[in-house]
Nanobody
Framework: QVQLVESGGGLVQAGGSLRLSCAAS????????LGWLRQAPGKEREFLAA????????YYTDSVKGRFTISRDAAKNTVYLQMNSLKPEDTAVYYC????????????????WGQGTLVTVSS
């Protein structure tokens, strides 16, 4: 079982940046794909970015390519989401998640997720 705890959300002005962190624990978390999804009020959960811990490959949804960057610090068992050029439409609860593969995560087939962290982008 993998446990995930997000942090780093908050209020930011449009055009600003935030970095979200996700602390991963559990014996087998390195065998998962880890990534980020978000859910805005009244909308479905949306996949954003993921990477394969073992293979190192990454994948982004088109709407965040060039603005968001997923990375990891293996020594700290932590995954990050650097978000730049934020827009009001990026306002949502952001979730760190684990899935068997990146493809599974893009389809919202998740094995674990955190409690979420709220990001609010003001105009």
């Amino acid at each position: 079982q993998v446990q995930l705890v997000e942090s780093g959300g908050g209020l930011v002005q449009a055009g600003g940046s935030l970095r979200l962190s996700c602390a991963a624990s559990g014996r087998t978390f390195s065998s998962y794909a880890l990534g980020w999804l978000r859910q805005a009020p009244g909308k479905e959960r949306e996949f954003l970015a993921a990477f394969s811990w073992s293979g190192g490959s990454t994948y982004y949804t088109d709407s965040v390519k060039g603005r968001f960057t997923i990375s990891r610090d293996a020594a700290k068992n932590t995954v990050y989401l650097q978000m730049n050029s934020l827009k009001p439409e990026d306002t949502a609860v952001y979730y760190c998640a684990a899935a068997s593969t990146i493809a599974a995560m893009t389809r919202n087939h998740l094995d674990a997720w955190g409690q979420g962290t709220l990001v609010t982008v003001s105009s």
